[in-house]
């Protein structure tokens, strides 16, 4: 079974600072990586996702993420944090099934505060 | 309107009650989802659809009952809830091909009591 693991459910960055948010994945084959951002009181949001193309994914607002299949990791970077950037961010990786739809397997999240 | 949309935003329901939760999706989705968020809790799948059909059914209580009549509209049907049900409830669309990314709606925060 694929699964992920976020370390950190609570990062504190201040404004302009370097955002790193780890994910940590198990996958027997090789995977579908995602992250996903959600507001409060709203649904999630995809942020970018990993598809075997490149192993440096570019997503909107300014975030990144890399995939190492040596230390199976997918860890988001932004550069400079944002105020608007406090939220809720999800890792999840996919076990695409049997008609080829996503089954999303999602980290516990890591809530990202911005200190002004 | 565009992508996934939820009905009610908010419920709440005695646990004798029984409501209902909508979902309607505008992308030309094969294939819908419930997902399920608790606090402190991952988010967990419930259920999915692939051309109106369930495929998957993650060992929910038959308390919870999803309809899905057509590709672009999810129900899921709620009776004799229990207050450990609260939670918010996401509906999630995607094409049916391997690395598709899941739209979802905004949730149904329910709350029973």
């Known amino acids: 079974a694929q699964s992920v693991t976020q370390l950190g459910s609570h990062v504190s960055v201040s404004e302009g600072a370097l955002v790193l948010l780890r994910c940590n994945y198990s996958s027997s084959v090789p995977p579908y990586l995602f992250w996903y951002v959600q507001y409060p009181n709203q649904g999630l949001q995809l942020l970018l996702k990993y598809t075997s193309a490149a192993t440096l994914v570019k997503g909107i607002n300014g975030f990144e993420a890399e995939f190492k299949k040596s230390e199976t990791s997918f860890h988001l970077t932004k550069p400079s944090a944002h105020m608007s950037d406090a939220a809720e961010y999800f890792c999840?990786?996919?076990?695409?099934?049997?008609?080829?739809?996503?089954?999303?397997?999602f980290g516990t999240g890591t809530r990202l505060t911005i200190i002004p | 309107e565009t992508g996934v949309t939820q009905t009610p935003r908010h419920l709440v329901m005695g646990m004798t009650n029984k409501k209902s939760l909508k979902c309607e999706q505008h992308l030309g989705h094969n294939a819908m989802y419930w997902y399920k968020q608790s606090a402190k809790k991952p988010l967990e799948l419930m259920f999915v659809y692939n051309f109106k059909e369930q495929t998957e059914n993650n060992s929910v209580p038959s308390r919870f009952s999803p309809e899905c009549p057509n590709s672009s509209h999810l129900f899921l049907h709620l009776h004799t809830l229990q207050p450990e049900d609260s939670a918010l409830y996401l509906c999630?669309?995607?094409?049916?091909?391997?690395?598709?990314?899941?739209?979802f709606g905004q949730g149904t925060r329910l709350t029973v009591v």
């Open positions: 999630a669309s995607s094409q049916t091909t391997g690395g598709s990314e899941a739209f």
């Open positions: 999840a990786v996919s076990d695409s099934g049997e008609f080829g739809n996503e089954k999303l397997t």
